[in-house]
Each structure stands twice: as C-alpha cells, then as structure tokens.
C-alpha cells in the first residue's frame, strides 16, 4: 500500500490501476485514508472519489498543492 496518509490535505497527482485494469493518471485532493480507501476529489471533474490505496501506483505532491480554497 502506497503512503498517502501523508498527503491527506494536500493536491498530489497519482497513477491509478482501475478495476478494469486500465491505468489512468489522475489529480486529486486528499481528504481521508481509512479502511484501505483514499477519500478524495478529483480536480478533473471535481467529484468526490474513493480510490482503493492498493491500486494507486505512484503518488507525488503537486507544488504548491496545499489545500485550495475557493
């Protein structure tokens, strides 16, 4: 399981291994990691998202990517 507790409000940009099986690379806000689950939005579509934290494949900060408030 990739480290994403130590990102929980902050913007980081993850590689993500879908149920399909399809990688995608994503933008997120964190906002929880409980139970496996990343709580997240997606900046893309600004939707709330869980992404399972054994899917993620690569996770780094964005710079500058405190949480951003409207």
Same mark, same amino acid.
């Given at each position: 399981?990739?480290? $994403?507790?130590?990102? *929980? &409000?902050? *913007? $980081?940009?993850i *590689?993500y !291994?879908?149920?399909? @099986?399809?990688v995608?690379?994503?933008?997120i806000?964190v906002?929880? $990691?409980?139970g @496996? !689950? $990343?709580?997240?939005?997606?900046?893309?579509?600004?939707?709330?998202?869980?992404?399972?934290?054994?899917? *993620? !494949?690569?996770?780094?900060?964005v710079? &500058? @990517?405190?949480?951003?408030?409207?």
């Amino acid at each position: 399981m990739r480290r $994403v507790e130590k990102y *929980i &409000g902050r *913007i $980081v940009e993850i *590689i993500y !291994l879908d149920r399909k @099986g399809k990688v995608t690379q994503r933008r997120i806000e964190v906002h929880a $990691v409980r139970g @496996g !689950l $990343v709580r997240a939005t997606c900046l893309t579509s600004g939707a709330p998202r869980a992404f399972r934290a054994s899917q *993620i !494949l690569a996770c780094s900060p964005v710079k &500058g @990517g405190g949480s951003h408030a409207s």
